[in-house]
Structures are given as structure tokens and as C-alpha cells.
């Protein structure tokens, strides 16, 4: 039998302007749900063998979603926002 998701409701204030979750949404999502969520993987360079593998995984796993880069007033989508705040090559 599936596992059933839990779901949190995330508030203004849980999302960052950026792009992402905020520390506070992202301590929100882990006590609720018992999950690890990390800080994103800014740094251009210097990376560790778990920061590479998490960067590649992340920007694989969100570039592949299906979804428009850009809102029909032409700002960008919170998925163009997290794409471009962990240094996702563009494709």
C-alpha cells in the first residue's frame, strides 16, 4: 500500500524571494514532516563529492519538470527562480 504524503501548508513567509524555501520553511517542512532539507548548493566552486551529487541531482530533478520558465507578465516562476539560485546550467 502507497505511503501517504504529508502536506504542509507553506505561508509568505516560508518562500524566498530568490527562489526556494527560507530557513524558516525549511525547518517548518522538516519538523512536520520528519524530512532533511539542506540549504541549496550556491558556491560556483570548491564543492565537495556530496554538494556536487546534490547539485546534480537537484538540477537534474527540477530542469525535467514540466512547466513555463516565465509567468504571463513576463516575471519568472518560482521553478526558474530555484533553477537559477542553485546554478543550474540553462538549457
Do not use: Q, Y
Amino acid at each position: 500500500m502507497p505511503v501517504k504524503k504529508k502536506k504542509v501548508k507553506l505561508r509568505k513567509e516560508h518562500k524566498s524571494k530568490t527562489g526556494g524555501l527560507s530557513k524558516k520553511g525549511r525547518d517548518k517542512i522538516n519538523k512536520e514532516t520528519g524530512s532533511n532539507l539542506k540549504r541549496p548548493v550556491t558556491k560556483k566552486s570548491g564543492l565537495t563529492k556530496t554538494e556536487r551529487a546534490r547539485k546534480n541531482s537537484f538540477c537534474t530533478r527540477m530542469g525535467g519538470m514540466k512547466g513555463p520558465m516565465k509567468k504571463p507578465n513576463g516575471d519568472p516562476t518560482r521553478k526558474a527562480l530555484a533553477l537559477s539560485k542553485w546554478r543550474c546550467p540553462k538549457k
